[in-house]
């Protein structure tokens, strides 16, 4: 295979641990989108991360957020798709422009909320969509299962509408996602059917796994759309390229500031780092669910079970999944259920990754407070990211260039917004119309056997 990138399972050393039988293999990319989660329940991992030459990363300076794509998605699959093809599938995904605002000094908002669904997943989603398109076996179904904790589904769901081949099943909390958020899930339609689970994402989050580790569910032939799959994490590594080179100057560092859940986004940052971007420090705000600020400062980690419900409800996460690739890159191993097996580098962590934990009241303030110095409206992600931010340069010092990501549209919290502004945050176009929409889920408890009962009665495996 020459140089080609293949992908191993982060559980490939757990040789004595009951009831994991450990993948010692390494397969294609084709491979780790299609099949998500690898066979022992781990996640795939790059057995080589490519390096861009810092010249290559500034050369994309005033060039559309495509061409950072390209040069990104490039460098990992180079030997695994036609050039041609690969620039067709990224300039369809990305038609929209992301904007990078000014908020004070050179400290900005990365707005990764102008997509289709005014959500950051919007980015992962559509390059995951017709990647899977492009390479999925033609005479066989795909079934994609995902759980969401906000954006995920609708940016999924959105983004899988008419591909041909592939259908789609989102899992989302019942009580724990916006009502706008669940007008979104539950209107899509045609081969995307949302499912409401009477529980937490975590539940959400542990009927998907079960169903991917699940040999008599094998011939349906599930995918995941979930960041569990490195397919999502690839592209969520290109805006960390593209805002470093529209705002950097000559060979200076960047922070980034990345509201965190289940870690995807944040590890799109670590994975920039490794291939040659200059990260200073990447900050790691969780909401209230604190389990990584606290592994940080204890050395010590333990899951939030149940997961907190806080008002940054895409961030509800209580044992993140891409954790497990996080303690792989530092050598480390955490399986699903929030064991840890070997305990990673924490000094080397430490030094690379900064992590607080910001209260809802915490989240508030600085919604607040950011508009009425800046004129500047987040909503709770957003907010936790740039009051993550401040928390690192109060703690330690000025830095000159530093980026926080806005990852969904203030037009998605209405009634928060409302609240704490007393303004009505515009409606993008993406969203106008969402209102009148039709459409209802299936509500399901949060049980596997009844959720395996609903697979095999529903889902189709046949072209």
């Known amino acids: 295979m020459g140089n080609r990138i293949l992908y191993y399972s982060t559980n490939r050393n757990l040789d004595t641990i009951h009831g994991i039988v450990p993948f010692k293999g390494k397969v294609t990319f084709r491979e780790a989108l299609l099949q998500g989660q690898a066979p022992d ?20 300076k005033d060039k559309p957020y495509a061409e950072a794509a390209l040069l990104v998605t490039r460098a990992f699959l180079g030997d695994e798709i036609d050039a041609v093809i690969l620039r067709t599938i990224i300039e369809d995904s990305y038609p929209f422009t992301v904007p990078l605002q000014k908020v004070f000094d050179r400290k900005y ?8 669904t005014a959500s950051f997943k919007d980015f992962a989603a559509r390059m995951m969509a017709r990647l899977m398109g492009h390479f999925r076996n033609k005479d066989t179904r795909l079934n994609v299962l995902v759980a969401t904790s906000g954006d995920t589904g609708s940016a999924v769901g959105e983004a899988f509408k008419g591909i041909e081949g592939i259908d789609v099943n989102i899992l989302y909390p019942r009580d ?51 960041s569990i799959n490195f397919g999502r994490i690839l592209p969520q590594t290109v805006y960390y390229f593209y805002a470093y080179a529209q705002l950097c100057r000559k060979e200076e560092s960047i922070v980034a500031s990345v509201p965190s859940g289940n870690f995807g986004n944040a590890l799109g940052c670590e994975y920039a780092r490794r291939m040659g971007l200059p990260v200073q420090r990447l900050v790691m705000p969780t909401n ?44 480390g191993s955490v ?8 305990y990673p580098d924490i000094e080397t962590i430490r030094k690379n990754i900064y992590s607080v934990s910001i209260s809802d009241k915490e989240t508030k303030e600085c919604i607040k407070k950011t508009y009425e110095q800046y004129g500047v409206i987040l909503e709770p992600h957003g907010a936790v990211g740039w009051r993550g931010l401040e928390a690192y340069l109060e703690q330690y010092g000025d830095f000159p260039l ?36 039709k459409g209802k889920s ?17 889902l189709k495996s046949g072209a």
């Open 288 to 331: 209230e669910n604190d389990e990584f600020p606290r592994f940080l400062k204890e050395g010590a980690y333990e899951k939030v079970s149940p997961s907190l419900a806080c008002l940054s409800n895409a961030m509800n996460v209580g044992h993140p999944s891409n954790l497990a690739r996080f303690f792989d890159l530092y050598g």
């Open 442 to 458: 299936l509500e399901l408890p949060a049980d596997y056997r009844i959720f395996k009962e609903y697979l095999t009665g529903n």
């Open 402 to 437: 530093c980026v926080s990501l806005e990852t969904a549209h203030p037009a998605k919290f209405p009634n928060e917004i409302m609240e704490l502004l007393d303004i009505t945050p515009e409606v993008p176009d993406s969203m106008k119309g969402i209102d009148e929409r």
């Open 176 to 226: 724990e996602v916006s009502e706008r958020q669940k007008k979104q899930l539950d209107t899509i339609g045609d081969n995307v059917r949302s499912l409401s689970i009477d529980g937490k994402f975590d539940d959400c989050q542990d009927l998907v796994k079960q169903a991917f580790s699940d040999p008599s569910l094998e011939y349906l032939n599930f995918t995941s759309a979930n």
């Open 41 to 60: 329940e781990g996640l795939y991992m790059p057995d080589r991360i490519p390096r861009i030459p810092y010249e290559g990363i500034v050369s994309l």
């Open 109 to 116: 908002i990365m707005r990764l909320d102008q997509g289709p």
């Open 335 to 342: 399986d699903r259920t929030g064991k840890v097996h070997v």
